[in-house]
């Protein structure tokens, strides 16, 4: 199993304003993961971190947006740039769920994000 | 592409009754199918995965592939399950990335 920390639990922002939220994984992991949750919505995938190598974005999110380093393989960041209050959200960190199959994913506790 | 629905956003039901959450899913192969769970202030965990066949909880969830669906099912549900569910679905292919359907939240009334 791998426990999973992010800094901050949570922010209040302005407008225009640029925040990095960091991810802390007590073990070497493979595959990092950073998510999206929205109010009252289910988790939207933003990008796997790749060690090494630049992010994979999904489609509908781009690196000038959210900038992600992983620069080993237990610690990433993910950066919200140019915040507007449609970032309001709640940000995943995870780990795991690659490679092998039936492989389980880990979740942190979430970053809280509220832009005014 | 992969797609997993959760037809309820919101299920009621009593302590002691038997609940069902509802979970379909589109692909086109042969996915590993996930139920993940987070309760009130908790982070997001791993319940059950369907090639596992286990019972965690007293919930199982069994993959019906002609129908496409991965329904967790309780016979008798307890007030310390209420709490929000993920359906989850990640394809069989090395890199491929887990989806989410949208979230039951299942509310046990005492």
């Known amino acids: 199993s791998a426990v999973i920390s992010q800094k901050p639990s949570r922010d209040i922002c302005q407008r225009g304003t640029s925040l990095t939220i960091q991810c802390q994984v007590d073990s070497q992991v493979t595959m990092m993961f950073w998510y999206r949750q929205q109010p009252g919505q289910s988790l939207t995938l933003i990008a796997t971190?790749?060690?090494?190598?630049?992010?994979?974005?999904e489609s509908g999110f781009v690196i000038d947006k959210f900038p992600i380093s992983r620069p080993n393989l237990t610690f990433s960041t993910l950066t919200v740039s140019n915040m507007s209050p449609e970032d309001s959200s709640i940000y995943l960190c995870?780990?795991?769920?690659?490679?092998?199959?039936?492989?389980?994913?880990?979740f942190g506790p979430g970053t809280r994000l509220t832009v005014l | 592409a992969q797609r997993v629905t959760q037809p309820e956003k919101l299920l009621s039901v009593f302590k002691g009754a038997p609940v069902e959450l509802k979970c379909n899913y589109s692909y086109s192969g042969s996915p590993e199918l996930f139920w993940y769970v987070q309760y009130s202030r908790q982070r997001l965990q791993l319940l059950l995965r369907h090639i596992s066949r286990e019972s965690i909880k007293g919930f199982t969830a069994d993959l019906n592939k002609g129908e496409t669906s991965f329904h967790l099912k309780k016979p008798f549900a307890q007030e310390e399950d209420s709490a929000m569910y993920y359906c989850a679905l990640k394809g069989n292919n090395y890199g491929q990335n887990f989806v989410f359907g949208p979230g039951t939240r299942l509310s046990v009334l005492p």
């Open positions: 971190a790749n060690q090494g190598s630049e992010a994979t974005y």
């Open positions: 995870s780990a795991g769920g690659g490679g092998a199959p039936n492989n389980e994913q880990f």
